[in-house]
């Protein structure tokens, strides 16, 4: 059964469910998770932190007394983790909106950043817990704020606004996602990059990555303050605020998929 059905158990009744311990407090009691949620449980029988086990026990006062674990030789991530839903059509949406980038140079320059950080990428969530929180949430969500950006730049054609720029924008914002969270054995900060933030990380990467490929320095300026503007306003995170409307725009877009995910995911779970 999953944790969230052992946690709706009867006092006292019998209950077998496979979980991944996340840690260990007082000794006996281990905190276990998969990917419907996670229980506390107490086990006489020692277990190992990010080992995955076949439990046997009963239900009593909202923890798992264990009588039996058995640890599971092979780890199937699947059953520990959400995915997201569809990865191959968020690859084909991605690459869709690289392809709406006009200057053939700077779709070019966006194979060169992701091409070597692919696989990471593709893995990668959007965030712990708010919205994209699931294994292929950073592609899915880079993906709808591309088509999302997509579909209003000709509403403001006449403005005078770069519309490659602000692709650009949208496709990188959140690329330093691959190295801020970790997705395994649970999201969670990563150790060392979970403390500079993947503003930094993917402004920096970018600017980096600009420079090594010969990126004309105006292009660099603005795509890297798009990043850093990204959400909107220092006390969220960002150390500047949009100064461009090309910022304002991957910003907004961000925030309307975020907060969009956030409701229709919750809804979902109903
Ligand atoms: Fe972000
Ligand atoms: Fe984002």
Do not use: C
Request: no cysteine.
């Amino acid at each position: 059964m999953w944790i969230s059905e052992v946690k709706e158990s009867k006092e006292g009744a019998e209950v077998s469910f496979r979980g991944i311990v996340l840690r260990q407090k007082d000794g006996y009691r281990y905190k276990v998770f998969d990917r419907s949620g996670e229980i506390w449980i107490d086990s006489e029988f020692p277990l190992r932190e990010g080992g995955a086990y076949e439990f046997v026990g009963r239900y009593k006062g909202g923890v798992v007394v264990v009588e039996r674990a058995e640890e599971l030789e092979e780890i199937d991530v699947k059953y520990f983790l959400p995915f997201a839903e569809n990865p191959e059509r968020d690859e084909r949406r991605f690459w869709g909106v690289v392809e709406r980038i006009s200057d053939p140079r700077l779709r070019e320059f966006v194979r060169f950043v992701f091409e070597p950080i692919w696989d990471e990428f593709k893995r990668g969530v959007a965030a712990k817990r708010y919205h994209h929180a699931y294994i292929g949430g950073l592609l899915e969500h880079t993906a709808t704020v591309g088509e999302i950006v997509v579909r209003i730049l000709p509403l403001y054609a006449d403005y005078g606004i770069n519309p490659d720029l602000v692709i650009l924008g949208a496709l990188f914002h959140d690329v330093g996602k691959a190295w801020e969270l970790k997705t395994f054995p649970k999201f969670e900060y990563h150790e060392k990059y979970g403390k500079w933030g993947h503003i930094f990380i993917g402004a920096n990467l970018i600017k980096e990555k600009g420079r090594e490929f010969g990126l004309p320095e105006e292009t660099l300026t603005d795509l890297v303050h798009i990043i850093l503007a990204h959400h909107g306003e220092y006390g969220k995170g960002s150390p500047v605020s949009p100064r461009i409307p090309e910022a304002l725009l991957v910003h907004l877009a961000d925030n309307l998929d975020a907060q969009m995910n956030h409701v229709l995911k919750d809804e979902s779970k109903d």
